[in-house]
């Protein structure tokens, strides 16, 4: 069950200013910008698509076996319609905004449900595609209790934590894709659920 956030009770979603947004450097070609509660009506929004979503349960090849995908998924393609006008909103904001840096906008929307601590996502790079060799950007918007995501750089480091929930935006572009992975690792600690949602331009995974 989710524990709604104390500083966020509007029951309409909507967008705030994105010049708030606060850029750290990683290193390598990499940064991110973080924009904490950019969502505002956070709660509401996850309500809607924990509800109203299809998500699917996805099993994958590990080494001899297949296992199950430890969250539920859901991708929306360049012309497919999102679950709420509050997600097109974002897209276009972003696009907007990181226009002259990124070159393009972006496009797709994938989902992930990450229903309790048991949920997570391994390290990785959002590197199929453009991503593997092109400087790119992965702009995520998280409602729902927050997870932390971790980032660290390929072949290992000290990692960088970022709790994300309730409306927070984390924007990871430049090289991060290509020379830093991220995580969103198991908890052993109650952690209630969320839902990132994560904007790309085309042709990156």
Not at 43 to 68: K, T
Not at 74 to 98: I, N
Request: aromatic share 8%; hydrophobic share 40%.
């Amino acid at each position: 069950m989710l524990q709604g956030s104390l500083f966020d009770q509007a029951e309409e979603t909507a967008l705030g200013d994105l010049a708030g947004m606060r850029r750290s450097v990683l290193g390598g070609g990499a940064w991110i910008d973080v924009l904490p509660g950019w969502l505002h009506g956070a709660d509401a929004l996850f309500g809607h698509l924990a509800g109203r979503v299809p998500w699917q349960a996805e099993r994958r090849q590990m080494y001899e076996r297949v296992v199950e995908v430890p969250r539920l998924l859901k991708f929306y393609g360049p012309r497919q319609e999102l679950p709420h006008p509050v997600l097109d909103e974002a897209r276009d904001a972003l696009s907007a905004y990181y226009a002259d840096e990124l070159g393009e906008p972006f496009t797709t929307a994938g989902l992930c449900f990450y229903r309790d601590g048991r949920d997570s996502v391994a390290w990785h790079g959002d590197r199929i595609g453009r991503g593997a060799r092109e400087d790119t950007m992965v702009a995520i918007v998280s409602v729902g209790a927050p997870r932390d995501l971790l980032l660290r750089p390929v072949g290992g480091g000290p990692s960088v934590r970022r709790a994300l929930g309730h409306g927070d935006l984390i924007v990871m572009g430049g090289s991060c894709q290509r020379t830093w992975e991220h995580a969103v690792p198991k908890s052993a600690r109650a952690a209630g659920p969320r839902i990132s949602v994560q904007f790309r331009p085309h042709g990156v995974r």
